[in-house]
């Protein structure tokens, strides 16, 4: 069975960052999350929605990333 449209990989991380308008590796950050170190303490910023894997973003994942509002 071939996956659903929304399923596979449509838009690059690139892609993502350029239709949101926002700097270069957001897209990546808000979808795959990230951690961070803020006063000795590390954080983890979990990603915005299942809907991407490594390699981009599907259409869910682009319209959850606020590049379509």
Known sequence: ??????????????????LAMVSRGTARRWLLGYSYVRHGTRFTAAPITAASSGAGATFLGLTSSGATS
């Open 1 to 18: 069975m071939a996956p659903l449209a929304q399923d596979r990989i449509l838009y690059t991380f690139n892609d993502v960052d350029r």
